[in-house]
C-alpha cells in the first residue's frame, strides 16, 4: 500500500480520486444518452467533489507531480466541460429546427475549445504542487457550475433557449478572460 503515498506512483491517493472523477464524468455521459439528467448531474456533482479532494490531497501528502496536474485537467475536461456541454445540447438544443441546432452546435463547440484552451494553458502554468491566490479566468469547474445553473434556469422556464446560446458564449469567454477569481 506504499504505492499510494508515493508521488511518482500513478495510482497514488490523489490520483485514485481523480480516477473516481473521471468515472463518475463517463457514467454522467452515459445517463445523459438516456436522458436521464437527474442522475447525471448527481454523477457530475459527485466527480466535482472528488475534484476538490483529489488536489487537497495531493498537497497534504506532496503527491503532486507532472502526471497528476495532467490527469487532473483531464478529469476537469471531462467533467467540467464535455458533461455539462453535452447535458446542455441533449436537454436544451435536441429538439430545435435547422437555423437553432447550427446555432446550438457552434456555441457548443465554442465551450467546449474554451475550456480545452484554458486547461492546457493552466498546464503550461502550472507548478506541481504550488497555489496561486488568484486564478485568471474562470475556472472549469466554475464554468460547470454556471453551465448547470444555466440548464436550471432553462429547464423551469426562467430563460429562454437563445438565452441559454448567450450565458455559455459569455462563460466560454470567461474561462480564458482575464478576470481575477480568488482560489478556495
Not at 18 to 24: H, L
Not at 70 to 84: G, I, K, M, N
Not at 136 to 146: D, F, K, M, Q
Request: proline content about 4%; charged content about 10%.
Amino acid at each position: 500500500m506504499k504505492f499510494l503515498y508515493n508521488p511518482s506512483s500513478h495510482f497514488n491517493l490523489a490520483n485514485l480520486f481523480t480516477f473516481v472523477n473521471i468515472t463518475a464524468g463517463l457514467l454522467a455521459s452515459y445517463f445523459i444518452t438516456k436522458h436521464n439528467f437527474f442522475v447525471a448531474i448527481i454523477l457530475a456533482w459527485i466527480g466535482g467533489a472528488f475534484d476538490i479532494f483529489d488536489g487537497k490531497i495531493a498537497r497534504k501528502f506532496s503527491l503532486s507531480n507532472e502526471f497528476g496536474i495532467q490527469l487532473d485537467s483531464f478529469a476537469d475536461f471531462l467533467s467540467f466541460v464535455l458533461v455539462p456541454t453535452f447535458l446542455i445540447f441533449e436537454a436544451v438544443y435536441s429538439n430545435l429546427n435547422n437555423i437553432g441546432l447550427i446555432l446550438a452546435a457552434i456555441t457548443s463547440i465554442y465551450y467546449v475549445i474554451s475550456g480545452l484552451r484554458r486547461l492546457i494553458q493552466f498546464n503550461i502554468n502550472a507548478d506541481a504542487g504550488s497555489v496561486e491566490k488568484f486564478f485568471t479566468g474562470v475556472p472549469t469547474p466554475l464554468g460547470a457550475i454556471l453551465l448547470w445553473l444555466t440548464y436550471l434556469a432553462f429547464t423551469y422556464g426562467f430563460i429562454p433557449y437563445y438565452a441559454v446560446l448567450i450565458l455559455m458564449v459569455l462563460i466560454g469567454w470567461s474561462l480564458n478572460s482575464t478576470l481575477k477569481i480568488p482560489h478556495p
